[in-house]
């Protein structure tokens, strides 16, 4: 079974979960910058974590322990672009161990993957809302409750639709 979002809607296995999405709505023609989540259907990667603030959780999908030296890259001048990195880093990238909760507890959503076209958009992940479900830069968020909820019905086989 497959995770759809629809406006402001996660829908997954009988859960209707408010969700937040890109401060410029959702687009087939998605750019880096944008602030666009991008339209399509995508498959799930790792579960990444924070270990400090989540002890215990049910995954069926790879986890990725998140470390203060990670991150993610969304410079087009490197070959690293849409893939993790690891500090320090010569280019522009977003740091996955953060002081506020959003990433707590993400999955990489598959968009712009293989092959990684520069300028189309990176970091898109499935991850922990802001209170208000505040617009996201693009991501899909959720609240940790609600995530915590899915997580254990989540499979690789999983695929996200977003329309």
């Known amino acids: 079974m497959n995770i759809k979002i629809k406006k ?6 009988g859960y209707k979960l408010k969700c937040s999405l890109g401060k410029s709505g959702i687009r087939k023609k998605k750019k880096e910058g944008d602030l666009a989540t991008p339209k399509g259907s995508f498959g799930i990667g790792n579960l990444y974590y924070r270990k400090d603030r989540l002890k215990k959780f049910k995954c069926k ?23 993790e990195i690891t500090f320090p ?5 977003e740091k996955l161990y953060r002081k506020d909760n959003i990433y707590d507890l993400f999955i990489n ?16 992940f499935l991850h922990i809302s802001k209170q208000n479900y505040y617009p996201t830069k ?23 639709f977003i329309s």
Do not use: E
Not at 65 to 73: D, E, L, P, S, T
Not at 109 to 124: C, E, H, Q, R, T
Not at 141 to 153: E, G, H, R, V
């Open 89 to 93: 880093f010569k280019y522009s990238a």
């Open 109 to 124: 959503i598959k968009y712009n993957y293989k092959p990684v076209i520069k300028g189309k958009g990176s970091a898109i």
């Open 138 to 160: 693009g991501c899909v968020a959720i609240s940790k409750k609600d995530f915590l909820k899915i997580l254990p019905l989540i499979n690789k086989k999983t695929k996200i």
């Open 61 to 83: 999908i790879n986890k990725k322990i998140i470390r203060k030296n990670m991150g993610w890259c969304d410079d087009i001048k490197s070959n690293k672009y849409n893939r």
């Open 8 to 13: 402001h809607l996660l829908l997954y296995k």
